[in-house]
């Protein structure tokens, strides 16, 4: 069993409120001999669709001293997580989940932001406290 990052169950609170089934906790990845763990899968179905939107979550804290070794080890992560979806699971959307502190406080930075859309990453920015999304960035 993975160990849950710290706001593991937050998000996944927060995705129910905003109308989200978590169908995957942990999200499993299985391509060839690789095998890899996002945090969550979801999927919410929309009234004017017939087919729902699916997305993938992976949650990543911040927590460390170095925000900088932290964003390199997300984006390693979601370019790993996004080639296998690739080939599994081309419709499901994914997304890396921030606190909406780390949000303002550091990936909002200038370069940040380039690295950010140079690597195309959607983020899904929460409110741990009150377990909300604040917003979903493209």
Do not use: C
Request: no cysteine; proline share 4%.
């Amino acid at each position: 069993m993975p160990r849950y990052d710290l706001y593991h169950q937050p998000v996944k609170r927060a995705l129910v409120k905003d109308g989200w089934l978590i169908t995957a906790d942990p999200f499993t990845l299985e391509y060839k001999e690789l095998r890899v763990l996002a945090d969550l899968a979801a999927e919410k179905v929309l009234a004017a669709e017939k087919v729902g939107r699916k997305i993938a979550i992976e949650i990543k804290v911040f927590g460390s001293a170095s925000p900088v070794s932290e964003l390199e080890k997300a984006i390693g992560q979601y370019g790993l997580y996004r080639s296998l979806l690739k080939r599994l699971e081309p419709e499901r959307e994914l997304f890396l989940a921030v606190a909406q502190d780390v949000y303002l406080d550091f990936l909002q930075q200038g370069a940040v932001q380039e690295v950010l859309a140079d690597h195309q990453m959607r983020l899904m920015v929460f409110e741990p406290s009150v377990e909300e999304i604040v917003a979903w960035i493209n």
